[in-house]
């Protein structure tokens, strides 16, 4: 029998109930101490692990202190910075053009709006999400990774490709309360069990829960992506987005 709508909406509060306990200090792993460094980070975060971006900002936050500072940056010194993420230069050009408009209409600072964040070159909802969520509590929408994707899609909550309509029916099915936080704990267990190509279902707390939609019988098997191109295989980081990441 088809799961009514509200069944749909109850499993996912169980859903999320179970992974609140298998995750209790799930939170953001970007390092950060303020918004713009947590935008920063975010857009260097595409295409690449959090810890690679831990790595790499400590030295980058340490030269560049302000939205000021990073305008006023060379792109070849920025990009010195950021290459081992990935994408070095879109991404120091994003970072570069993006501080001149803080600097410009923001008088250095991060925005409090989605409309605004929008407006950032290299900006799209997913970071807007992870920015206002984290550090102004403001919450308009769900962060859509990689591990959202393809958690979304096993347990049945999504058949969409497209993040922005991933969002609308995770939007649509979820309580407002649960938007940024659904996101972390969707990064942790795809870390730590509903791996890309090893899904261990048999340590899952919520498999009894999952549709296990694309896994075939179940098992874990070496090599085996549930969802396939352009989603399947490991991800790259936990708020990876598109192969190539104009706007994140």
């Not at 303020?34 to 831990?54: E, F, G, K, M």
């Not at 970071?127 to 308009?140: D, K, M, P, R």
């Not at 899952?204 to 874990?220: A, E, F, Q």
Request: glycine share 6%; with cysteine; hydrophobic share 35%.
């Amino acid at each position: 029998m088809k799961e009514t709508l509200t069944e749909k909406k109850s499993r996912a509060k169980r859903i999320v109930s179970l992974l609140s306990k298998a995750y209790p200090a799930a939170k953001c792993s970007l390092h950060h101490k303020n918004p713009l460094q947590l935008l920063i980070a975010t857009i260097l975060s595409a295409q690449c692990t959090d810890a690679r971006v831990n790595l790499v900002t400590p030295a980058l936050f340490k030269r560049f202190k302000t939205a000021k500072d990073f305008a006023g940056a060379s792109q070849s010194e920025m990009e010195k910075y950021v290459r081992s993420t990935g994408f070095y230069r879109n991404k120091a050009k994003n970072i570069r053009a993006s501080c001149k408009l803080l600097v410009q209409k923001h008088n250095g600072s991060v925005p409090r709006t989605m409309e605004e964040m929008l407006e950032l070159p290299g900006v799209a909802r997913k970071t807007a999400n992870i920015v206002l969520g984290n550090s102004y509590g403001v919450i308009e929408g769900v962060p859509v990774d990689t591990h959202a994707i393809r958690i979304s899609h096993l347990l049945g909550w999504s058949k969409e490709k497209q993040q922005e309509k991933i969002e609308r029916d995770l939007m649509a099915l979820l309580p407002r309360k649960y938007w940024l936080k659904i996101s972390d704990l969707f990064v942790h267990h795809g870390r730590a069990v509903c791996i890309a190509r090893r899904p261990r279902c048999g340590e899952c707390p919520i498999s009894r829960l999952c549709l296990k939609v694309g896994i075939k019988n179940n098992l874990r098997m070496p090599g085996f992506s549930p969802m396939g191109a352009p989603f399947g295989g490991e991800p790259l980081g936990g708020y990876s987005e598109q192969l190539i990441p104009p706007r994140v």
